[in-house]
C-alpha cells in the first residue's frame, strides 16, 4: 500500500490526509505546531494516525510521497530532508486534482483574488450551477473531492499552493494582478514570485481561457516571454480590446466569441477602481461559461462584500471605521487609501515582508491625517511615513488601535485598518486582526 504523509494540519492538510484516507492509501498526519481542535477532532473520526508539536522522521521520511500544507517553506528542515530522500512533494490541490474530473476554474494574483473568486462562485450559484468554492478560501479542495461532487469548482490558489503543483489544470485561469509579495518566500527575487504565479497556466490547451489584466506591466511583461496555450482574455481599464473587458464611457463592455455584455459601472455591487478589474475578471469567466448577461449583470450588482476587505464596520459619531485587515501588502493598502474620499486615520503594521513603501507616500501625504503602527517592529513604517504625516502613535493591540484612532477622527473621518503587512506578530492571522478591530469598535 502506497505511503502518503501529510505535513500541515490545517484546512488543506487535512482535507488531504481525508482524501488520502478515502483513496485507500497508508496516511500520516505531521504538524509541528498545535493542530486546533476541530481538525485533530476530523483526524479522529476519519481514523487517521498523526502527531502535533514535532516531526518524527522515521514516520516521515518512509513516504512514497509527501503533501505539504502552502504554509511550509521548502527551507524548512524537514522538507529539505524529504527533498535529500528524493522523495516527491506535491500540494493539496494538485493531490485532488488527481480524482476529479469537474471544470476548473482558478484564480491567482497578489490582490483580489478572494473577491474575484467569491464573485464567480456568486455569479454562476446564481445561474443555478453545482458549483464547489475552494482553495484558499473556505473548505479544502481536496476534502470536497473526497466528500462531495460538483460539476464545477472555483478556487483560489496562491504562489505557495502553485509551487508543488505539476499535473494539474486549469479550464479557465485568471491571474487578477502581480505586485511584489511573499518575496520573503521568494528568495526577494521579484521573477521567482512571478513564474510562481504564472504556473497557474501549466498544461493549459487551446481549448481553455486564460483571463488577466492587460494594465498590469508585470503581467505582460512575463506574458511576453512565455508561452500560453491557452486563449488569451484580457481586461482593461486603459482602452478597448476585441475580447475581453473593458469600459467605453460608465459602462464595463464584456466581449467573448460573437456576444456583448454591457453594464453601468454604477451598477456593480463593489465600488473603486481595483473592483472594477474583479468584476470583469468575473464576467469574462460568467461569458466562457454560456451564462446569460441577465445573471451576469444581476450577479454583479447583487454580490456582497468580503469579510475583512474594505469592509465598513460601523459609522460612530460620523467617524467611519473600515477593515481592510485583508490588505497585506504595499498594492492592497494603496487601492484601499485611494479610494477614500474624506480624511484618513490610518491604522497600519505588522509582520514586514520586504515591503517598499515609495507608492504610498503620495497618497499618504493627500489623506492621511494620522498613522496608528499596530506591531511589534514599526521602525521601516516611521522612516517611510514620519516626515509626510502629521501625527504618528504605536499600538500593540487592536484594541488600543481603535481607542487611539477615535480620540483622533473627528465627525467626517475615515479609520482605516489597511494593514499592508503580515499578522503574524501580534494576531494568529489576518482574519483574526480583522475580528479583533470590528469587535473593538463595536465596544468604543
Not at 39 to 54: R, V
Not at 269 to 286: D, E, F, P, T, V
Not at 343 to 372: C, M, Q, R, S
Not at 376 to 382: G, T
Request: charged share 25%; net charge negative; hydrophobic share 40%.
Amino acid at each position: 500500500m502506497k505511503r502518503i504523509v501529510v505535513l500541515g494540519g490545517g484546512e488543506s492538510g487535512v482535507g488531504a490526509a481525508v482524501l488520502a484516507k478515502v483513496k485507500g492509501f497508508d496516511v500520516f498526519l505531521s504538524d509541528k505546531g498545535n493542530i486546533v481542535r476541530k481538525y485533530s477532532d476530523m483526524l479522529k473520526e476519519w481514523d487517521i494516525p498523526f502527531e502535533s508539536g514535532q516531526h518524527t522522521e522515521s514516520l516521515i521520511l518512509n513516504a512514497d510521497e509527501v503533501i505539504k500544507s502552502p504554509g511550509i517553506p521548502s527551507t524548512a528542515p524537514i522538507v529539505e530532508k524529504i527533498t535529500a530522500a528524493g522523495i516527491g512533494i506535491i500540494s493539496e490541490i494538485e493531490f485532488a486534482g488527481r480524482y476529479d474530473k469537474a471544470r476548473k476554474i482558478c484564480i491567482t494574483g497578489s490582490n483580489g483574488k478572494t473577491t474575484t473568486t467569491s464573485l464567480i462562485y456568486h455569479l454562476l450559484k446564481n445561474a443555478g450551477l453545482n458549483v464547489g468554492l475552494g482553495g484558499n478560501i473556505g473548505k479544502s479542495y481536496a476534502f470536497q473531492v473526497a466528500t462531495g461532487h460538483y460539476d464545477i469548482y472555483v478556487l483560489e490558489i496562491s504562489s505557495f499552493q502553485l509551487d508543488n503543483m505539476y499535473d494539474f489544470k486549469a479550464d479557465i485561469a485568471i491571474i487578477t494582478n502581480i505586485t511584489p509579495d511573499h518575496l520573503d518566500r521568494y528568495g526577494n527575487k521579484i521573477e521567482n514570485y512571478v513564474r510562481a504565479k504564472f504556473r497557474i497556466t501549466r498544461n493549459m490547451s487551446d481549448e481553455d481561457c486564460f483571463i488577466f489584466c492587460s494594465d498590469d506591466e508585470i503581467t505582460i511583461n512575463h506574458l511576453n516571454k512565455i508561452v500560453v496555450r491557452a486563449r488569451k482574455l484580457p481586461f482593461t481599464q486603459k482602452g478597448e480590446v476585441k475580447e475581453g473587458a473593458f469600459i467605453r464611457d460608465d459602462k464595463m463592455i464584456v466581449r467573448y466569441n460573437d456576444s456583448e455584455c454591457d453594464m453601468f459601472l454604477q451598477e456593480l455591487a463593489l465600488g473603486g477602481k481595483h473592483n472594477i478589474y474583479n468584476s470583469m475578471a468575473a464576467a469574462i469567466a460568467g461569458k466562457v461559461m454560456n451564462i446569460d448577461n441577465d445573471t451576469i449583470r444581476e450577479a454583479l450588482s447583487s454580490f456582497q462584500a468580503v469579510e475583512h476587505r474594505l469592509e465598513k464596520v460601523l459609522s460612530v459619531g460620523d467617524v467611519l471605521y473600515i477593515n481592510d485587515s485583508k490588505a497585506t501588502n504595499v498594492d492592497a493598502a494603496w487601492y484601499a487609501l485611494e479610494c477614500q474620499t474624506r480624511p484618513v486615520v490610518w491604522i497600519v503594521g505588522g509582520t514586514d515582508k520586504g515591503n517598499d513603501y515609495t507608492p504610498l507616500l503620495p497618497l499618504a501625504k493627500e489623506k492621511v491625517k494620522a498613522i496608528i503602527c499596530m506591531g511589534l517592529d514599526n521602525k521601516k513604517i516611521h522612516d517611510a511615513f514620519g516626515k509626510i504625516v502629521p501625527e504618528m502613535h504605536d499600538v500593540t493591540s487592536a484594541e488600543a488601535a481603535v481607542k487611539l484612532a477615535s480620540g483622533i477622527a473627528v465627525a467626517g473621518d475615515v479609520v482605516l485598518l489597511s494593514p499592508c503587512c503580515a499578522s503574524f506578530d501580534l494576531f494568529r492571522n489576518y482574519e483574526d486582526r480583522g475580528r479583533q478591530f470590528k469587535e473593538a469598535v463595536r465596544n468604543l
